[in-house]
Every structure is written in structure tokens, then in C-alpha cells.
């Protein structure tokens, strides 16, 4: 159920996440942002109304301001003479249409006459203080045809029984004058209403608006405007969003601090957020375009690349079924390039090496060829041999040769090329060429081995190469052995008599190294019935298991003495399988050959 192409990979694995960490982090900037800009329009609104309510404040601190002192200089001296002085102040102020006053004992406010000053300080007497400062909710004034507020308070005389009253009429519309002018006001839904919930004056008021009996009430239905009146009541200032996702409503509140009144701005979720919702659109239109736009850029830029990708598939699959097919086109220098030259370059290297391989086979073939046959006997002898090369070839060698003009006699030999491989190939069929050519002459087996020596020099020179060689001339007739090593390792020949191993030993260096030097040969006889001569390479006692713990020779020769009543074959193949349970798993690192010549009961006949 995976993905199974490239295209789909990039898809699943590349785009559909990065469409979800754009998509996320779009969403988190939005609400960040939206955040933002809900805060900044709560301070503005805030900062808005306080302004405004400043305004109202200042128009209604002042007459307040006068009222307090017209109450601090009743007891004072020349009371009614600045009583007077400050009524006269209240009619100036700015927007205060009259100053009324009513007392319930005689008791006349206006400018004293020349010489009424004792009794305007007797009248003064009066009032004791002033109390419950009070502001009438706005109405129709028919002398002024405009709306009024009236700010009064009480006398209170010394018995604490009210003995007046003093009432400032102001115009409504020159209170709120200046608010009347702002933009705000002009464009969103604003309201002024005191404590009660009555709306004072409103941009979008209901039905009864205008009848002073019936004043419209604010916060009846609207849920938003029910939470901002209960808020009032317990902040001065504040804003309140009403549900949804961007808020459908968004509510400001402030307290004037000179009357129980608040100013109340509610705009809508929508105009107030509208940048925020522009660009939340905008953004998921434009990102969905550009992950669409994105995923056909990548289809067609990578359509070629896959191509390229599915011909290199397509030719290594003819590869490993055996085909070699033409160099593919490069037609990028990217990654893709580099891959198609590189597997162009593998295919040429390994139909290079297919046809090495195959050259090698056929060497192997030559080599395998050279060897004799792996069981032979000639009167009373019987011997066996095999080669395993840790390679396909290797620089081991066998052989056995006859006397064809010396009936009687046969000789054996065994060496060992250093190295292995094609190299120790041929120069081992070299070694093998130039013994059989030698020995077909006439001459002792030292004679032999320094001419193999003398022209074998001429061919390796400076090479450094050489060959270890076992050189074993058996004469049935005398029933006598005569060896000649040329640095070889000793045979082993187990003699039944003395019930032991005796080594062949003798001196002498290695071929190919010193052509001057004279090779000497040794004898042993007469050999009896039953004697096992074992003639090796140093591969199959120097082979290592996985500890790196060696073979070793006297184990050879434990097989070797455990196995002589068994034919040669049987003996040779005792050791090989010593060696191959010794090294377990490990890779064979060096060739192995081993030759065992048996005598048996003598013949009358020395014939095959």
C-alpha cells in the first residue's frame, strides 16, 4: 500500500508534509496576529473613549468645581458676596444655559446691592453645607429647543433639614459636542447611557428614543450588550467579544469620572479584523495555488529524471540476466548524470571483467590440463595427487613424469610458485615446460634441476620471483629413491619398519634466483613394502582458522601416519579434509598440493 514511485515518494514524504507545517504555521500566524490586532484595537477604542470622556468631564468638572466652592464659603466672612460672585461664574461657564435656586426661608443669590453685606452674611447663615449632587437625564427644553441636563444639589442647614436647592441647567448637545464630531462615532455603533442602562444620546436607537418618559434602555436583548453592562459594574474600563471565530461583535467600555455615565463602542468582528481575514485568505489561496503549482513543476522536472532513473533500472536488470546493452545517453550533469556515467563505466568494467573471467576459466582449464592424472600406478607404486587453489588458478604444480628410454624408473615433482593467480600460473606451466623438456635428457637429477635453474633465471631476472621444487626419481629396479630440493619443503616418508616419519632432507635453493648455483641430490634405499611418501606445499600445514591459529606441520604429519595402510588417494584426501574442518569458514589463503606415493608388494614385471 506504499508509495511505489519517486513521484509519490516526493509527494507523500516532501510536499503533503510542507503543505502542513505552511498550513500550521499559517494558522499560528493568523492567530497571533489576529491577537494582535485585537489588543491594538482594544487600547485604541479604550484610548478613544477615554479621550471622549475626558471631553464630558472637563464641561461637567468645571460647574461641579464651582458648586464645591459655592458650598466651602457658606460660614465665611463676606459669604454672600463671593456666593454671589460664584453663581455669577456658574451662568458664564460654557454651555450652562441658567442657574436656578430655590430656598425654603428668604434668601436672595443675586449681586448684592451697595450696603447689603451684613445681611447677605446673616442669609448666609441659612445653609449649613450642600448635598447629594444629582444629574438629570436629558431633556426637551421648549425656551431652548434643544436638550439640557440639570446638575443639582441640596442645602442642608445645621439641624440637617434641607433649606434649598441649586440647579445648573447645561446643554446636552454642547456637552457632547465634541464626541458627536468623531470619526468613530460617525461610523461605528456608539452609545453614552448612565448606570441605570438608560441610553443618554446613541447612533442607532430604537423606536421611543426621543420621548424623555421612555428612555431607551441598553442591554435589553443583545447578548453582548448584557455583558457589557454587568462589566461596567465592575471595571471602569474594558472590552468584551462576543462568539465566534473572528468575534461577530467587538465591545469597548469607559466610566466618565464626572457623571454616572459610560461611553460604549461595539464594532463588528469583521471590519475589525478584515486585514487579518484578507490575509488569511489570501494566504491559504495563495499557498494551495503554489503547493498545486509546486507539485506539477516537480512532476515535470522530475519526469526526466525518472525516465533516466527507470533506463538505468531497465539496463541493470539486462545486466544481471547477462545482457549488456549500449551506453546509456547522459543527459545531465546532476546526480542522475553522474549515476548513468557510472553505471555505464560498471558495465564496462564488468563485461572487462566477464571476458577476464572467462580468460581465466580458460587458463584454469590449461592449467588443469597440465596436471597429471590424480591416481596412477607403475609396478609396485601407486600414487595420488590433487591441487586446490584458493583461486581459479594458482601456482601449485604436480607432475609426474616416465623415462621412456629408461624402463624402470619414474620421477615425480612437486613445486610451488610464490603467489598466486594468473602470474604463478604461468609461471608454473613455464617450470612444468622446462622440467619435462629437461628430464627427457640424459643426466643425474642435480644435473636436471641446475639446468631448470640456469634457464629458469633468464626468464624471471629481476622479477622476484621463484619456485620451490621437489624433484623425486623413484628406480623400481634398485627399489631406491633420489631427491633433489630446491628450497622445497622435506617430503615426509613414513618408513613401517621403524613405525616413524623420516623427512627427505637435502640442500638447496629456491629456482630462479641464483642460476650459478649447484643443486645436490640424496638417496634413500632400499625402501621397503608399505612405505608412504608424502611430498606437499607449505598451503596445506600454514592454513589458518578464525582464531588465526595455524595448521601446522606436525599435525600433518599425525593424519599421514594415522592413514598410511589406506590407499594414496585416501591419504591425500584425509589431509585435504584435516585442512578444510581446521579452517572452518575462513577463506583458504594459499594454494594447497599434496602428492603420496604407496609401495606396495613387489612385481616381477616394472610395466604398468
Not at 271 to 292: A, D, H, P, Q, T
Request: contains cysteine; charged residues 20%.
Amino acid at each position: 500500500m506504499g508509495p511505489k514511485t519517486l513521484q509519490q515518494r516526493i509527494i507523500i514524504f516532501i510536499l503533503i508534509p510542507v503543505f502542513f507545517i505552511l498550513a500550521g504555521m499559517g494558522w499560528i500566524s493568523y492567530l497571533y496576529t489576529r491577537n494582535a490586532i485585537i489588543k491594538q484595537w482594544s487600547e485604541t477604542a479604550i484610548a478613544k473613549l477615554q479621550k471622549s470622556a475626558h471631553m464630558i468631564d472637563m464641561r461637567l468638572g468645571k460647574p461641579k468645581d464651582l458648586l464645591l466652592m459655592l458650598k466651602d464659603s457658606y460660614g465665611q466672612d463676606q459669604s454672600l458676596m463671593i456666593q454671589t460672585f460664584i453663581i455669577e461664574q456658574l451662568r458664564k461657564t460654557e454651555g450652562v444655559v441658567e442657574v436656578n435656586h430655590k430656598l425654603i426661608e428668604n434668601f436672595n443669590m443675586q449681586p448684592n446691592p451697595p450696603g447689603m453685606h451684613g445681611m447677605a452674611q446673616n442669609n448666609s447663615m441659612h445653609a449649613d453645607r450642600m448635598e447629594n449632587f444629582q444629574l438629570s437625564l436629558p431633556r426637551y427644553n421648549t425656551a431652548l429647543s434643544g436638550e439640557t441636563i440639570s446638575l443639582s444639589t441640596d442645602f442642608i442647614d445645621e439641624n440637617g433639614k434641607k433649606s434649598g436647592q441649586i440647579e445648573v441647567v447645561i446643554s446636552f448637545q454642547d456637552l457632547i459636542e465634541q464626541i458627536s464630531k468623531t470619526t468613530w462615532w460617525k461610523s461605528e455603533k456608539a452609545f453614552l447611557i448612565d448606570n441605570e442602562g438608560n441610553i443618554l444620546i446613541g447612533t442607532q436607537l430604537s423606536g421611543g428614543a426621543d420621548d424623555p418618559e421612555r428612555p431607551v434602555k441598553f442591554g435589553q436583548a443583545d447578548p453582548l450588550e448584557k455583558e457589557t453592562m454587568a462589566a461596567l459594574k465592575q471595571n471602569p474600563f474594558g472590552t468584551l467579544f462576543g462568539p465566534g471565530h473572528p468575534p461577530d461583535e467587538i465591545s469597548g467600555y469607559y466610566h466618565l469620572n464626572e457623571a454616572p455615565w459610560s461611553l460604549v463602542l461595539i464594532s463588528p468582528g469583521q471590519r475589525v479584523l478584515k486585514s487579518i481575514l484578507n490575509f488569511r485568505l489570501y494566504y491559504f489561496g495563495v499557498g494551495f495555488l503554489s503547493i498545486l503549482g509546486v507539485i506539477l513543476f516537480i512532476r515535470v522536472s522530475i519526469s526526466g529524471t525518472t525516465a533516466a532513473i527507470k533506463k538505468v533500472s531497465e539496463a541493470a536488470n539486462d545486466l544481471a540476466n547477462g545482457f549488456f546493452t549500449e551506453p546509456l545517453p547522459i543527459l545531465s550533469g546532476d546526480e542522475v548524470g553522474m549515476l548513468t556515467d557510472n553505471f555505464n563505466k560498471m558495465t564496462k568494467q564488468l563485461k572487462e571483467r566477464m571476458e577476464l573471467k572467462e580468460a581465466i576459466n580458460l587458463a584454469m582449464e590449461v592449467q588443469q590440463s597440465l596436471l597429471p592424472p590424480a591416481h596412477f600406478s607403475y609396478g609396485n607404486i601407486e600414487i595420488s595427487g590433487c591441487s586446490v587453489y584458493c583461486d581459479e588458478t594458482g601456482g601449485d604444480y604436480f607432475d609426474i613424469i616416465e623415462f621412456p628410454e629408461d624402463q624402470g624408473k619414474i620421477c615425480v615433482a612437486v613445486g610451488d610458485v610464490v603467489g598466486h593467480g594468473i602470474g604463478a600460473a604461468l609461471l608454473m606451466a613455464t617450470t612444468r615446460a622446462l622440467l619435462r623438456s629437461r628430464v627427457t635428457q640424459k643426466g643425474s637429477l642435480s644435473q636436471i634441476m641446475n639446468d631448470v635453474n640456469r634457464l629458469l633465471c633468464m626468464d624471471v631476472r629481476d622479477t622476484g620471483r621463484f619456485v620451490t621444487l621437489f624433484l623425486l626419481m623413484v628406480d623400481v629396479k634398485k627399489g631406491e629413491v633420489q631427491w633433489v630440493r630446491a628450497g622445497h619443503e622435506p617430503a615426509m616418508m613414513y618408513h613401517p619398519e621403524q613405525g616413524r616419519i623420516i623427512e627427505l632432507k637435502g640442500e638447496g635453493i629456491v629456482l630462479g634466483l641464483d642460476k650459478g648455483w649447484d643443486y645436490t641430490q640424496s638417496a634413500h634405499g632400499p625402501v621397503p613394502e608399505g612405505t608412504v611418501i608424502l611430498i606437499g606445499t607449505d598451503g596445506a600445514w600454514e592454513v589458518e582458522n578464525d582464531s588465526g591459529k595455524r595448521l601446522g606441520k606436525k599435525r600433518v604429519e599425525e593424519v599421514l601416519q594415522q592413514s598410511v595402510s589406506l590407499s594414496p588417494a585416501k591419504i591425500v584426501e584425509s589431509i585435504v579434509s584435516e585442512t578444510r574442518q581446521f579452517r572452518g569458514e575462513v577463506h583458504q589463503k594459499d594454494d594447497i598440493t599434496l602428492l603420496a606415493l604407496k609401495f606396495r608388494e613387489r612385481v616381477p614385471q616394472d610395466n604398468r
